[in-house]
């Protein structure tokens, strides 16, 4: 069996298990990648929401990157949280030869700042000019931009950055509402938005989906397959990893979504 592509995660902890580097490693592993990582940052944090960041100083943040990079053959990059300007300059520096796909971790879903606007003005600066991909849902959308626009049009304007944009399009599902469809909007520098429907999934097992979908792109784009193939087949995993936590139950908050294996079974004793 010859080796795995590796795909470098950069972003911080997440003590619930459910988001960050958590569902990072789990994702590309599933996806047949070797997952290398370095921490930006430790967090503690659980369904209901962060309660306390610890940012990585910057020199053993650039000692992390230093030691992959120079190690391993690694095959694409997905950064999530960074947490300060000087994390995002240091790895648009360390990265920006490499496929990357950028996972605009600004606001988390229980409202918790986790990038102020310093942060916010590297990305633009900095980080999304030399990105290969990145998949801001709306609310990220909106804050990088600060644009209150519809998403189809913020796509296209985070596209002029430079890098192709997927804007990440969820339903704000709750119990007894119905729901249809979930619209992506893909767009690359100079071109037209395009939309990228695919079903929902109505569960409030939810947490870590954002970081779920940007490593599974980037494992596909890590395997060579163009951006559009990519994108759709991450959506497709994320509806899978969706529907299998749809009928747990954990956690006082959002609940995780699944990072068991999708194949995943555990046998079980008959009754006596």
């Given at each position: 069996?010859?080796?795995?592509?590796?795909?470098?995660?950069?972003?911080?902890?997440?003590?619930?298990?459910?988001?960050?580097?958590?569902?990072?490693?789990?994702?590309?592993?599933?996806?047949?990648?070797?997952?290398?990582?370095?921490?930006?940052?430790?967090?503690?944090?659980?369904?209901?929401?962060?309660?306390?960041?610890?940012?990585?100083?910057?020199?053993?943040?650039?000692?992390?990157?230093?030691?992959?990079?120079?190690?391993?053959?690694?095959?694409?990059?997905?950064?999530?949280?960074?947490?300060?300007?000087?994390?995002?300059?240091?790895?648009?520096?360390?990265?920006?030869?490499?496929?990357?796909?950028?996972?605009?971790?600004?606001?988390?879903?229980?409202?918790?700042?986790?990038?102020?606007?310093?942060?916010?003005?590297?990305?633009?600066?900095?980080?999304?000019?030399?990105?290969?991909?990145?998949?801001?849902?709306?609310?990220?959308?909106?804050?990088?931009?600060?644009?209150?626009?519809?998403?189809?049009?913020?796509?296209?304007?985070?596209?002029?950055?430079?890098?192709?944009?997927?804007?990440?399009?969820?339903?704000?599902?709750?119990?007894?509402?119905?729901?249809?469809?979930?619209?992506d909007w893909l767009c690359e520098p100079?071109?037209?938005?395009?939309?990228?429907?695919?079903?929902?999934?109505?569960?409030?097992?939810?947490?870590?989906?954002?970081?779920?979908?940007?490593?599974?792109?980037?494992?596909?784009?890590?395997?060579?397959?163009?951006?559009?193939?990519?994108?759709?087949?991450?959506?497709?995993?994320?509806?899978?990893?969706?529907?299998?936590?749809?009928?747990?139950?954990?956690?006082?908050?959002?609940?995780?979504?699944?990072?068991?294996?999708?194949?995943?079974?555990?046998?079980?004793?008959?009754?006596?």
């Amino acid at each position: 069996m010859s080796a795995p592509p590796v795909v470098l995660a950069i972003g911080g902890t997440d003590s619930g298990g459910a988001a960050g580097l958590a569902a990072d490693v789990a994702t590309l592993g599933h996806l047949g990648c070797h997952a290398a990582c370095a921490v930006t940052a430790v967090t503690a944090q659980d369904t209901t929401g962060v309660h306390a960041v610890h940012q990585v100083p910057p020199p053993v943040l650039a000692a992390q990157l230093d030691a992959v990079l120079d190690d391993l053959p690694v095959a694409a990059v997905k950064t999530g949280m960074l947490g300060s300007p000087g994390a995002v300059r240091l790895v648009a520096e360390r990265t920006r030869d490499l496929p990357l796909v950028v996972d605009p971790v600004l606001v988390a879903t229980s409202g918790a700042v986790l990038g102020d606007d310093a942060v916010r003005r590297a990305y633009c600066d900095v980080l999304l000019p030399v990105a290969t991909v990145a998949t801001p849902n709306l609310a990220e959308a909106r804050a990088l931009t600060a644009v209150d626009a519809a998403a189809r049009d913020l796509a296209a304007r985070l596209a002029d950055l430079g890098c192709a944009v997927i804007l990440t399009g969820g339903p704000d599902w709750r119990p007894g509402r119905a729901v249809g469809t979930c619209t992506d909007w893909l767009c690359e520098p100079g071109g037209t938005p395009v939309a990228m429907r695919h079903p929902a999934v109505p569960t409030t097992a939810d947490h870590g989906t954002g970081c779920t979908y940007a490593s599974a792109l980037a494992a596909h784009l890590a395997h060579r397959a163009p951006l559009a193939e990519a994108a759709a087949d991450a959506a497709a995993y994320v509806a899978s990893r969706l529907t299998d936590s749809s009928t747990w139950h954990l956690g006082r908050g959002r609940g995780p979504v699944s990072h068991l294996a999708p194949t995943h079974r555990v046998h079980q004793e008959d009754p006596a």
